[in-house]
């Protein structure tokens, strides 16, 4: 896997993925930025927030799961001084669908989070503190 981070100005990156996609990243104004993308530690979190989700539904689709919405929040701490790496991040889904199985929707949580989440795992490994938790709303339709 590849990519490259070029800078465009001031405080202000476009990344583009080995697959050819890009993003803008950008600081924040007392710190050089314009705030015209996300700051490159946001783009961390969004990293796991989106390797996370791809495996519960992934997961979820194999069991046929009728989930109609998978939504995933993170909240993450960090350090108070340099270098300010994650010390706790809080993964919580909220799965949606009409007859969907809640233990079915907590072994996808759990198989991510302990087995298939490269992100996940590797930062737990590093030494933040990742949880998850889940939420099910059944629509009854």
């Known amino acids: 896997m590849k990519a490259r981070v070029k800078w465009v100005e001031e405080a202000t990156f476009v990344g583009e993925s080995g697959s050819g996609h890009c993003v803008v990243m950008d600081g924040p104004p007392e710190h ?3 705030n015209r993308g ?5 783009m961390l979190l969004l990293g796991l927030g989106g390797c996370t989700a791809f495996d519960v539904m992934h997961i979820l689709r194999k069991a046929r799961q009728p989930v109609t919405d998978c939504v ?9 001084t340099e270098p300010k790496v994650f ?10 669908g009409a007859g969907l199985k809640d233990e079915r929707v907590q072994r996808a949580v759990t198989l991510s989070a302990e087995k298939y ?14 949880s998850h938790d889940y939420q099910v709303i059944d629509t009854g339709v």
């Open 32 to 34: 050089g930025g314009q």
């Open 117 to 130: 989440c490269s992100a996940s795992i590797m930062l737990g490994q590093a030494g933040v503190a990742v």
């Open 72 to 80: 995933v929040e993170l909240e993450a701490e960090r350090a108070d």
């Open 38 to 42: 996300v700051r490159p530690m946001e």
């Open 87 to 96: 010390t706790r991040i809080h993964v919580h889904f909220i799965v949606t």
